[in-house]
């Protein structure tokens, strides 16, 4: 069974310091930049406006999936938590919009803002998860350590997920959308 979840504004909506880092930047040294804040403050809120985001998510016994899928940091979990997390297409179109238009600066701006939403919300996600079913492995997502990217197509098609996208790279697009996964060692 696949369950889609609809997260509230708090569970995705970034860390001011976290997306200012991200965008190299440290507040105390722009807190005297009115307009540079101000912008950036408009760039925030355009992002809240921009997305529309999303968690599909299943439970499947270990031995249901295949071995090639599964990292060898999960060894002796009985259970996994595969799940797709995405903030919808919206923003992509909104900094597609900025770079087309010329506007580079903003465009990086609320992609930056968009990767840090997407940050907290698989972190609060994950929360929930570890919530419900108690001790498990860490986080971890395709692309990563020895399990290919390209095994996103297989998550994607086993949550049953419409409006994403998966390259034959494995990249998935909507851009701001990733699979995750995380082992439970509790039957």
Known sequence: MVEIYLPSVEEYMPDKILFLARLKARYKNIVNETDLLVRLNELYLEGLRNVS????HTVRPVEELPPPLIPNSFLNVKRVSLFLSTLGKSI?????SFLERGR?????????WASEALEALNESFDEKLRNKFGRGTMRFSPGY???DIRWNRYI???LKVDGVEVLNSGI???????TCMIGWYDG
């Open 172 to 178: 998935m697009v909507p851009r701001k959308t990733t």
């Open 156 to 158: 994607v098609e086993l």
């Open 104 to 112: 580079t600066h903003d465009a990086a701006v609320l992609d930056a």
């Open 92 to 96: 992509d179109e909104s900094i597609n």
């Open 145 to 147: 350590g020895e399990v």
């Open 53 to 56: 985001p999303t968690v599909h």
